[in-house]
């Protein structure tokens, strides 16, 4: 079946350390990527998203890149801050499927000053 | 224009009653699909539905749960005779259309005593 797995957290960095929140996919066929958010006590928020192999997905500083060698599609930042600490989800979604979602269980970033 | 709304943020049942979890689409969609979150899990999809109809109800348990979408009006996920195993926060995501990006309203956290 299709699956999404993510590295364990929660990680804690240091204000302006780089950010890598690893994500790899099992899926029968050619899957879109998305990375969520999640702030305290809100819904998540969409963060980026890549439809296909090698696309690369951005905003607010955030990068993920879809690698189908390895189907995996880390996510990255090159200097957090504090206003990035939330729960972070990699999900993916497969053509003809009615647009389901399947979610990693989520990485909780803490970032401190 | 409004986010997706969902209301009660917070529900206490006690066993065996009945919880009621409303959605309100953003304006415009008429797609809208319930995922439920366990606690330290990621998020399951449950159920798409339409303006009146149910399209893929696959991730739903056989019984005690329904929903709808009626022409007016909120979606409406149902959960009868609730159990301590249906504490979880149960997100509604909509969207304008198939294969469009979901946009997550902030949850219902239901806690069965």
């Known amino acids: 079946g299709n699956s999404v797995t993510q590295m364990e957290g929660p990680v804690t960095l240091s204000e302006e350390a780089f950010l890598t929140i690893n994500c790899t996919y099992t899926?029968?066929?050619?899957?879109?990527l998305f990375w969520y958010v999640q702030y305290p006590g809100e819904g998540l928020q969409l963060l980026l998203k890549a439809t296909k192999a090698d696309d690369k997905g951005s905003n607010k500083g955030f990068e993920a890149t879809y690698r189908k060698e390895t189907t995996s599609f880390h996510l990255e930042k090159g200097s957090v801050q504090v206003s990035d600490s939330a729960v972070y989800f990699c999900?993916?979604?497969?053509?003809?499927?009615?647009?389901?979602?399947?979610f990693g269980t989520g990485t909780r970033l803490q970032v401190t000053l | 224009n409004a986010g997706v709304m969902q209301n009660p943020r917070h529900l206490v049942r006690r066993r065996g009653q009945e919880a009621r979890l409303r959605c309100s689409p953003m304006?415009?969609?008429?797609?809208v699909y319930w995922y439920r979150q366990l606690p330290e899990e990621g998020l399951k999809f449950m159920v798409y539905l339409q303006k009146e109809n149910i399209i893929d109800e696959s991730g739903m348990p056989k019984e005690r749960f329904s929903a709808e979408f009626p022409k007016e009006g909120p979606s409406i996920l149902r959960i009868q005779q609730v159990v301590r195993g249906d504490s979880a926060a149960y997100f509604c995501?909509?969207?304008?259309?198939?294969?469009?990006?979901?946009?997550f309203g902030p949850g219902t956290r239901l806690l069965v005593l």
């Open positions: 999900a993916l979604t497969l053509p003809g499927t009615a647009s389901k979602l399947t």
């Open positions: 995501a909509s969207s304008p259309g198939l294969e469009e990006t979901q946009y």
């Open positions: 899926a029968t066929g050619y899957p879109s």
């Open positions: 304006k415009g969609h008429s797609h």
